[in-house]
């Protein structure tokens, strides 16, 4: 008979009936996994918080420079919207110079203001002679035979020579002066005449006739039109405050009609007047003057042709004689020491003679059509 096996008794806990209940393997896996996540969760709950209080900390410890870099300010106007709340404000760019709005725009070159001091208002009242002219001194009581008697002193060549020039300068006026244009520091030269209460004229060089050299620049007769009227508007550039011009030389040029027309006409144009300092009978100086309605006054007296101290005396006797004959004497001379020295020694006899000596201007007679 075969042996009967017992089994052995079931495990548990004392007092509990049968065996314990095991949970399905299933629920087991699921109760694992689920304790897995929680711990995720309050792993990476931990990290945020550790992660802020961080960000806190780092803040407070730089409150003026921002965590987050701004992008650069444009410097034109740009359209944005609303800067969201709590938006630092990035700083203020300032423009470049050149957009300042106060700051006011260069002119351009060619509308810039340019000083033409030769090219006055043209017409009766703007006129330039009458502008720079110097005022006529009281007439002067007179003798018997004077008749108010006026004498225009004029010298030429003045500003190569220096020292001569200042002679001439000094002479008791008023005394028109003659400015080579191509002579050095024109401009205080002529402000020192001025100062004087001289007049002042341009002394253009023209072409003689012969071969005497006028100077650098001088107007000829070969040249084009255009050419002489670029020379003649370079020498009236260099100086300021004249009346007009006269010719140095010239007796070629001024004989030619077609030639001496450009200048004028540029006199003409600029409100000046030409003193004609008639180097030759055939000038076409009076006749051009009144064609273009043109101021125009002739000399009558050259003193020093002859440089002794006799022949200069002799001329200004003529120049008194012209004077008391016709009214008006125009006596031109030149800055030579014989001419300088008769000149210091007879003006200051005019007035007891009954002659007045007066500016070039003064003696200008309205010409036909009038300016």
Excluded: C
């Excluded at 990290?47 to 444009?74: E, Q, S």
């Excluded at 700051?103 to 203001?113: D, G, V």
């Amino acid at each position: 008979m075969p042996r009967r096996v017992t089994p052995p008794p079931p495990l548990g806990r004392p007092g509990r009936k049968g065996p314990p209940k095991r949970a399905p393997a299933r629920r087991r896996k699921g109760t694992r996994i689920s304790l897995t996540r929680a711990q995720l969760a309050g792993i990476v709950g931990l990290t945020a918080i550790v992660a802020l209080l961080g960000a806190y900390v780092l803040g407070n410890r730089h409150p003026h420079k921002p965590a987050v870099a701004t992008a650069p300010v444009p410097s034109g106007p740009t359209k944005t919207g609303p800067r969201p709340p709590g938006t630092p404000s990035a700083p203020p760019v300032a423009p470049p110079p050149e957009q300042h709005a106060e700051a006011p725009a260069a002119l351009p070159k060619a509308e810039a203001p340019k000083a033409e001091p030769s090219k006055p208002e043209t017409g009766k009242a703007g006129a330039a002679w009458r502008r720079n002219a110097v005022p006529s001194p009281q007439m002067a009581a007179p003798t018997p035979g004077a008749a108010h008697a006026r004498i225009v002193l004029v010298i030429d060549d003045l500003g190569v020579d220096r020292p001569r020039s200042t002679r001439a300068v000094a002479l008791p006026g008023p005394v028109t002066t003659a400015w080579l244009p191509y002579a050095h520091d024109l401009a205080d030269q002529t402000r020192a005449a001025r100062a004087a209460g001289h007049e002042l004229i341009v002394h253009v060089p023209m072409e003689p006739v012969g071969k005497a050299d006028p100077g650098p620049g001088a107007l000829t007769v070969n040249l084009g039109d255009e050419e002489i009227q670029r020379r003649l508007e370079a020498d009236l550039a260099s100086f300021d405050g004249y009346v007009g011009i006269n010719n140095h030389m010239g007796s070629r040029f001024t004989a030619d009609e077609g030639k001496l027309s450009i200048v004028l006409a540029e006199l003409s144009r600029r409100g000046l007047m030409f003193l004609d300092s008639r180097t030759t009978p055939d000038t076409k100086g009076p006749e051009l003057a009144a064609r273009y309605h043109l101021p125009l006054v002739s000399r009558d007296v050259f003193l020093d042709d002859d440089q002794s101290p006799k022949a200069v005396q002799a001329m200004l006797a003529k120049v008194e004689e012209v004077a008391r004959r016709h009214g008006t004497a125009v006596a031109i001379g030149h800055p030579h020491d014989v001419t300088l020295t008769a000149l210091e020694h007879w003006l200051p006899t005019l007035a007891a003679k009954g002659f007045v000596l007066v500016p070039l201007t003064s003696v200008i007679a309205p010409p036909p059509g009038g300016t």
